[in-house]
């Protein structure tokens, strides 16, 4: 009897095991279909945007190609329409030129000469007029633009310059000046205004883009030779989007030199036409890291991104930063003079790059700037003070007694009127309008005392009222964490340091984006202004 109650007692066991066996794999079952269920749920939801996705793609190339036949139509239609205009056009060109090859007396006026060196296509003397007539870079850049349409070839004009440019820099020989010359020249050939705008049809002939994109290609190999300045990257930027030969060079390597010299004036135009796409976004990212955020808000506009990167939020960040780094300074420096001065400077370009950027883009109503005008009225103020302090006790006093060599108490001492102290400002750089106090050495070294309320190109901030900030946006500022040097395209700057640039940036004056000036690079040593007007 017990030993029957034992075998049925077992087989109640072996019923159970195999009813929690059965369980399990019921159980795996039912998750491994739900799994199934959710990914092929996944692939048809895939596939279904996908789908939708080509479908969009469809419809727009569509719309493009049926626009492109249009265009193409209507190209082909006034070709012999072109062509009579052209081979007029021609004519005349011809008939000047011979005109200026044939007259004996040479023009005073500058528009004249400009308009006879064009015709003649002298490239060679064309540089060298405009490096003579340097001091008038107003009326040369008012009066080039209308020259170079004069010439018979304006790409060819603006080709060989450049390819002298490229030879003398290789020598080493006039590099400075024939950068500054070719640089107005490529600004008159490709104004800020129609930056990888071109009107319907090719702008060049091909046989020209081809040689563009030769020339560029040696520009580019010697980048890695020689030193690159902020100008000279901006106007190779700028031939690259006026030929339009965006696509031959690595994306990459557009990104750097867009990165590099992020503060240039034109940089934020030319981003925006060398597509990049949705990888704008992470380049204003990597200048909001790196402690550009008024740079990213140029960026940002340009591209289109403000909803992104809110340009009072990126303002608001940058102040809060500045403000901090000139505590840093102060405090490392223990409060010294050289401290307290280093630390005024930083937070009053801060200031004035903020000014400025408000102002360029009308955000007035939402962040307001008076208390940032008075702030920066008290530091100029503090400066000037500083400086007048400093002159005062440095000023020799005359010991000698009146009368005698030896007693200083042999009756009223007589002063002679000591001699007023002769201070050469001749080596500044270009630009700066007040002479620099020396650099100290800091703790944050990536921001050096250059007279910071002297913006190159731009108005030079001398007082507190609203009208003395500038006109662009190249004010130098201090980086937060990052130095930000001061670049400028239209007066190429020469003394660029091999980093990608001298420790020395700014936005120039032209206009354009509120004469929109930007100030480079990671490799920064914060800079005065180094573009002269």
Known sequence: MATELSIKTDRVEQFFDDLEAQRTILSSCTQLFKTLTYHFTSLQESLSHKSKSLESKFLSLESTSSETLQSLSQRENSIPERESVAIALLKDQKEAALAD???????TELSETLKSLCRKMDFSGLLKFIISKRKESMSLRAEISGAI????DPPRLLLDAVEEFLVQKMDKVG??????ACGMLVQAMFPEGNNGKKAVGPEFARSVVERAAGILESWKEQMFDTELGPAEAVMFLQMVVGFGLSSRFDNEFLRKLVLDFASRRD?????????????????????VKSGKEVEAVYFASESGLTERFPPVSLLKSYLRNSKKNATTILKNGNYSNVATEESSNVELNSIKAIIKCVEDHKLESEFSVDSLRKRAAQLEKS???RKKSSATNSKPQNKRGHGSSSSRSSGPPAFRPAKAAKFSNAYQSFGRRNPAPPTPHSPAPRYSISTPYNYPNQTVYEGATAAQYGTTYVVPHAQSPAAIPQQHYSLPVDSI???GFRASGSYSSQTGYGAYDYS???VSSYQSSSYTQ
Do not use: H, N, Y
């Open 267 to 287: 940089m934020a135009k030319l981003s925006a036409c060398l597509g990049f796409g949705e990888k704008l976004g992470d380049i204003i990212d990597e200048l």
């Open 497 to 499: 340091g091999a980093a």
């Open 520 to 522: 480079s690079a990671p």
């Open 101 to 107: 090859f044939q007259k004996p007396a040479k023009s």
């Open 383 to 385: 400066k000037a003070e």
């Open 149 to 152: 349409t004069e010439s018979v």
């Open 175 to 180: 590099v400075t000046d024939k950068r500054w």
